[in-house]
């Protein structure tokens, strides 16, 4: 253990990092074991980045299976990119990409792809607050899109996909900023999946994408138009390292996949996130005190988010929260009310002691 204090931290990300990862960044942070440097100062082209490059890559395959003729690349500017860099790299100006609108993340994908082509709102949850998945009976793709893009987890809502949209043969893109790698992910469903590092992968600064080699191809064949550093062909070809890559992000998020695959890999870690979830939704469904806000069958893992009866009580509830070492359960200012948010390194004591507030709340204000 730590002799440190440490709050629970609930943050919707950055968030917590796995206790052992910051203890080796600790140990390791003045020299690097071999290396005589920091990884705050060693050069993106030694050898020795290149193998922690590597390492990080491989395992991260390795976890989530990532078959060979997808590409992992390991980009900067976060998910918020993405939504530029997926319409200019994959729709032509003769295409419409299909846009699943179930959050508020989605909403801001889909604007800003409008600035690049032509989108089309496959299904849109919005007049409902997005309080649920759009189902899939109401999908109505159009026939040769581009792409289709889902949000696969709404951090803000606390909804989350149990399983993936059937969207014919169409390349499925899916935003997974704030669930890829908490449970195992099927790529090969996938043409395109991303995520900002800074919820269950590593700290801020580093984003994932694992594109599909056609994808790739068809960003190739578009390269004299785009930006240099917006191609993900560029990122391809240079193996993450055309520019000075993230690397403090590359590093710390190696250390976290080493760390998934000690906790037994993506099922175990998803076994864990389960149980976590569901203890925290027994407890607000138990009296009616708490009120999730969530659709029941879409239920975010990830992020769960309930609401109390007047937005003083909820304030309240915040605040004492925090003076109890919980912190960070005031729910997105979009929406309002709690949102505790479970990553994969959030512990399961952290959980029994929000439950354990949530009871004692309950009893001094129900
Ligand atoms: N998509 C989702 C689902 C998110 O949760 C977030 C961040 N909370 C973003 C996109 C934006 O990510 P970033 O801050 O890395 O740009």
């Not at 020795?48 to 003729?69: K, M």
Request: glycine share 8%; charged share 20%.
């Amino acid at each position: 253990m730590s002799p440190v204090h440490r709050v629970y931290n609930f943050a919707a990300g950055p968030a917590v990092l796995p206790l052992p990862v910051l203890e080796q960044i600790q140990r390791d942070l003045l020299a690097l074991p071999g290396v005589g440097m920091s990884i705050l100062e060693i050069s993106h082209r030694s050898r020795a980045f290149a193998a922690i490059l590597e390492e990080a890559e491989a395992d991260l395959r390795a976890l989530a299976g990532v078959p060979d003729d997808y590409r992992v690349l390991f980009l900067q500017g976060g998910a918020s990119l993405q939504f530029a860099m997926v319409p200019m790299n994959l729709l032509g100006p003769d295409e419409v990409a299909d846009y699943i609108d179930g959050g508020s993340w989605a909403a801001k994908a889909i604007e800003e792809a409008r600035k690049f082509g032509r989108v089309h709102v496959a299904a849109s949850t919005r007049a409902e607050r997005y309080a649920r998945i759009p189902a899939q009976t109401e999908l109505q793709l159009s026939p040769g899109a581009a792409y289709v893009h889902m949000t696969s987890n709404n951090t803000i809502e606390g909804t989350q996909y149990r399983t993936l949209p059937d969207v014919g043969g169409a390349p499925l893109v899916s935003d997974a900023s704030s669930d890829l790698f908490s449970r195992p992910i099927d790529i090969r469903r996938h043409a395109l999946v991303y995520a900002g590092a800074q919820k269950n992968m590593g700290p801020a600064g580093v984003t994932v994408a694992i594109v599909r080699g056609d994808l790739i191809a068809r960003s190739a064949a578009r390269r004299a138009a785009l930006p240099t550093m917006l191609t993900y062909a560029v990122h391809a070809e240079h193996r993450s390292l055309y520019n000075t890559p993230p690397t403090f992000g590359i590093y710390a998020l190696g250390l976290v996949m080493k760390w998934l695959r000690e906790q037994g890999g993506l099922a175990a870690v998803a076994a864990r996130n389960e149980r976590k979830a569901a203890r925290l939704y027994a407890e607000i469904d138990r009296t009616g005190f708490y009120r999730g806000t969530a659709a029941r069958a879409d239920r975010s893992v990830m992020n769960v988010t309930f609401r109390l009866a007047t937005e003083a009580l909820e304030a309240r509830f915040v605040a004492e929260a925090a003076a109890a070492g919980l912190d960070g359960l005031k729910g997105h200012r979009s929406v309002g009310g709690m949102r505790a948010s479970i990553y994969n390194a959030f512990p399961e004591e952290g959980v029994d002691a929000l439950v354990e507030f949530m009871r004692e709340f309950e009893r001094r204000f129900g």
